[in-house]
């Protein structure tokens, strides 16, 4: 509308210019449209602090709901943090566990080891001691062969030695005196016997020309029986006046 008194455009229902002041009076019709003009404009306020309400009721459920899925996201980073947290020590346990089983199992097989070694060698101990007991069982058999064997070959040589005497003493027995008296060539190639060898000798022999032992105090050797000492260690025959045995050095 227009004001009368300084032909100003005012707004349509008011009463009053709010430029001049001027008054003027306000029909039925002006009133009506006049309140029909403030509820039009209360329902656009109610209209506008609804929609206001209404957005700033879907900002805070916006702003809550945000809140809500930022909550729920850090839970479920937290809850994916603890899950890896509680992986990633599993893991540790079981990468220790690991680790630890497999230093006891390499030092059981250590020690498996050092008792097969420790076996081996105390095996080879064992071999060698009874391999050096069985050389020196066998020397021993050897030597106690040996010593028998020179033990029986003395003992044929002083049976050859006794039968050949008796055979001696029994040609001596059957010839007649006669034919002793008659025959002293043959009496004197009868010789003696070296009391060391008992090698056969001349009768005017004063050493033995087999071994060199004297002759000079055994005048009577071819009619008494020959001397002989055998070694008490090796049992070979030695000579009357010998100190020491001539195979192993035994002291007589």
């Known amino acids: 509308m227009i004001c009368p008194n300084c032909?100003?455009?005012?707004?349509?229902?008011?009463?009053q210019c709010p430029y001049c002041g001027c008054h003027f009076p306000i029909s039925?019709?002006?009133?009506?449209?006049?309140?029909?003009?403030?509820?039009?404009?209360k329902e656009r306020e109610e209209k506008a602090r609804q929609e206001q309400l209404r957005q700033e009721r879907e900002k805070m459920e916006k702003q809550k709901r945000?809140?809500?899925?930022?909550?729920?996201r850090l839970e479920r980073e937290k809850r994916i943090a603890e899950q890896e947290e509680q992986k990633k020590f599993e893991q540790e346990k079981q990468e220790r566990l690991e680790r630890e089983k497999r230093i006891a199992e390499q030092e059981e097989q250590k020690k498996l080891e050092q008792e097969k070694q420790e076996r081996l060698e105390r095996?080879?101990?064992?071999?060698?001691?009874?391999?050096?007991?069985?050389?020196?069982?066998?020397?021993?058999?050897?030597l106690e062969k040996e010593k028998q064997a020179e033990l029986e070959r003395i003992k044929r040589e002083q049976k050859q030695r006794e039968e050949e005497k008796k055979k001696q003493e029994a040609i001596k027995e059957s010839t007649p005196k006669e034919q002793i008296t008659q025959n002293p060539s043959k009496q004197e190639k009868s010789g003696v016997l070296c009391p060391n060898c008992g090698k056969e000798l001349s009768n005017d022999a004063r050493f033995c020309r087999w071994c060199g032992t004297s002759l000079m105090n055994?005048?009577?050797?071819?009619e008494e029986p020959f001397a002989m000492r055998l070694c008490?260690?090796?049992?070979?025959?030695?000579?009357?006046?010998?100190?020491?045995?001539?195979?192993c050095g035994h002291k007589i």
């Open 232 to 247: 008490p260690n090796c049992g070979i025959e030695l000579s009357n006046d010998a100190r020491f045995c001539r195979r």
């Open 7 to 15: 032909d100003k455009e005012i707004e349509t229902g008011i009463d």
């Open 66 to 72: 945000l809140e809500q899925e930022k909550r729920e």
């Open 218 to 222: 055994n005048e009577t050797t071819s």
């Open 28 to 41: 039925a019709k002006q009133k009506h449209e006049q309140e029909r003009i403030e509820r039009e404009q």
């Open 123 to 142: 095996e080879k101990r064992i071999a060698e001691q009874e391999e050096q007991k069985r050389f020196e069982q066998e020397n021993q058999e050897r």
